[in-house]
């Protein structure tokens, strides 16, 4: 099992509108196969920064997702909103 955590930085006032894109990804990426998770959190002291947090049962099955229709149509509209690349980290459960 790997789990993705992955910190994004948003543009100053764009926070809410950057969450109600990502909702439109969150049911389609849960019905991935191997998808065991896949949710959204703001962090608790800066709005403009928000974690997403994802359980695949593979690596290959989280390399898989970015290779979606719904990811490839909804990402680029998220990233315009962003001020900086996400910080992706992957870990394997030991």
């Not at 439109?24 to 849960?30: K, S």
């Not at 800066?46 to 049962?57: G, N, Q, T």
């Not at 593979?58 to 509209?77: A, C, K, L, S, V």
Request: charged share 30%.
């Amino acid at each position: 099992m790997v789990q993705g955590i992955s910190k994004l930085f948003i543009k100053e006032g764009h926070t809410q509108e950057f969450i109600d894109i990502f909702l439109e990804i969150i049911e389609p990426t849960r019905k991935e196969q191997g998808c065991l998770q896949f949710e959204i959190f703001g962090d608790v002291v800066e709005e403009s920064i928000l974690f997403v947090l994802e359980k695949w049962e593979t690596y290959d099955q989280f390399g898989d997702h970015i290779n979606t229709e719904h990811f490839n149509r909804i990402y680029p509209m998220l990233e315009c909103l962003m001020i900086q690349e996400a910080d992706i980290t992957v870990c394997e459960k030991l």
